[in-house]
């Protein structure tokens, strides 16, 4: 069974700094993704890494945000800098394993950016 564990998230002022976990199990992932949802809005991708390291961001969050990947902990990081309060969101994991067509999702984890 796929499980996810996220954590990071809190409360910072803006131009402040996070960083997101997310560990996985119960499957090999090709795809490790983080997307947001704030209230009333539809949630939206922010970054996705391969197991072979590759990287794709949105265009909101290029060259403030960095996604990493831990093959050997199955384990990947959001590292997000210069937060902006409409950064302020649910942050969810999202990952692809190797076997079955499903993806599966984080419990979320909420980051403010307020002064």
């Known amino acids: 069974q796929v499980q996810l564990v996220e954590s990071g998230g809190g409360l910072v002022q803006p131009g402040g700094s996070l960083r997101l976990s997310c560990a996985a199990s119960?499957?090999?992932?090709?795809?490790m993704s983080w997307y947001r949802q704030a209230p009333g809005k539809q949630r939206e991708f922010i970054a996705a890494i391969t197991s072979g390291g590759s990287t794709s961001y949105a265009d909101s969050v290029k060259g403030r945000f960095t996604m990493s990947r831990d093959n050997a902990k199955n384990t990947v990081y959001l590292q997000m800098n210069s937060l902006k309060p409409e950064d302020t969101a649910v942050y969810f994991c999202?990952?692809?394993?190797?076997?079955?067509?499903?993806?599966?999702w984080g419990q979320g984890t909420q980051v403010t950016v307020s002064s």
């Open positions: 999202n990952v692809k394993p190797l076997y079955g067509s499903n993806s599966y």
């Open positions: 119960g499957s090999i992932f090709i795809v």
